[in-house]
């Protein structure tokens, strides 16, 4: 069984509703945030892939357009903008494409931050 995995970047605005110190806060920021999506699996017989890579990389490209330089309060079923949602979103939107996902990770480097989403628990589809 191996894993193969690959990263993109992107840069985007949000807001939280939160209460910080009893104040409600509602602030525009953004932030640096780096996407790593693994695939499981057994290299076919005939590529001695798991994956090809070149199809892996389209898919990781059309996500990462639907997220880079956005306001992601906007983008189309992502909900609020958490890490948590974050790697759900791109988990739906890899998933059709990518047999075998197995995890998406997104990360924060800036502030050692990350989430990583493993799939639905016993075949449910909690997304």
């Known amino acids: 069984m191996f894993g193969l995995s690959k990263q993109f970047w992107f840069e985007a605005a949000h807001t939280l ?20 999506v693994t695939v499981r699996g057994v290299p076919d017989l005939s590529t001695g892939m798991v994956v ?11 996500a990462r357009d639907g997220l880079d330089h956005r306001f992601l309060d906007e983008v189309q079923d992502l909900g609020p903008a958490t890490m948590e949602n974050l790697s759900a979103w791109i ?26 989403y493993l799939g639905p628990l016993n075949g449910e589809n909690r997304l």
Do not use: N
Request: glycine share 8%; net charge neutral.
């Open 17 to 36: 509703q939160r209460t910080i110190d009893a104040e409600p806060s509602r602030r525009i920021h953004g932030h640096s945030y780096r996407a790593e």
């Open 52 to 62: 090809d890579l070149g199809l892996f990389e389209r898919a990781l490209d059309e």
């Open 91 to 116: 988990w739906r939107k890899v998933a059709p494409t990518c047999t075998g996902l197995a995890r998406v990770t997104i990360y924060r480097d800036s502030s050692g931050d990350m989430c990583g």
